[in-house]
């Protein structure tokens, strides 16, 4: 099993420029969860999916993150424009998207971005 | 007030000792309970989850669960230098969907 897959691993930018994180989920998994790490804030989750609908997004700061899931196997985050307050480390993590809540997430790897 | 708490630490313990690391959530209603390892740059890995009252153990950890105190704890055995890293509570409160709620985490370093 390949796991989740992140990319870019690591993403510099300039204020006000666009960013797109992107994700694949463990395959046969239903519930897709973004989340952004700091040191301030610890592990914050911004959205999640399940059956590619998102269910919760009231953890998305503000109108300029957007997330999609067109599909099973992806999905993705865009920060439209920039700030350097969005720097963070970014984690996509998935699970089998069943009932009760009893179940486990598996993170990816991360994205690293740091806006100058 | 947060809804899952933990002591930032830094927690040190010398090798081979018993590293305790407690979590306390506020949502009664909560059902799941999850230890994840972080180590530096890393991401999050599950140790263990716990679901029942009581201990539950793994290896050289052990997960306890107090319900009525809403209060879980990670312990481990004959600790090793390895063991160093940041340890993240993660609580499921179920009547919410499959979101988990993380505490800050305690950084833990063990002393050869």
């Known amino acids: 099993d390949a796991g989740v897959i992140q990319s870019p691993r690591h993403e510099v930018t300039e204020m006000g420029q666009e960013v797109t994180l992107r994700c694949k989920p463990i395959s046969g998994h239903n519930s897709l969860f973004w989340y952004r790490q700091t040191m301030m804030r610890g592990l914050e989750l911004l959205i999640y999916f399940n059956n590619n609908v998102p269910i919760d997004d009231s953890g998305m700061p503000e109108d300029r993150f957007s997330a999609k899931m067109p599909n099973a196997s992806f999905s993705t985050l865009k920060i439209q424009p920039s700030e350097p307050r969005d720097s963070a480390v970014y984690f996509c993590?998935?699970?089998?998207?069943?009932?009760?809540?009893?179940?486990?997430?598996?993170f990816g790897p991360g994205t690293r971005l740091l806006v100058l | 007030q947060k809804e899952v708490e933990q002591n930032s630490g830094p927690l040190s313990v010398p090798e081979g000792a018993i590293a305790s690391l407690n979590c306390t959530y506020s949502d009664r209603g909560s059902q799941s309970f999850f230890w994840y390892r972080q180590y530096s740059g890393k991401s999050p890995e599950l140790i263990m989850f716990i679901y029942s009252n009581g201990d539950k153990e793994d290896g050289r950890f052990t997960a306890q669960l107090n319900k009525a105190s809403q209060y879980v704890s990670l312990l481990i055995r004959d600790s090793q230098p390895s063991d160093s890293a940041t340890y993240l509570c993660?609580?499921?409160?179920?009547?919410?969907?499959?979101?988990?709620?993380f505490g800050t985490g305690t950084s833990l370093t063990v002393i050869p």
């Open positions: 993660a609580v499921n409160q179920g009547n919410t969907g499959n979101q988990f709620y």
């Open positions: 993590a998935s699970s089998l998207g069943t009932s009760g809540g009893q179940e486990t997430q598996y």
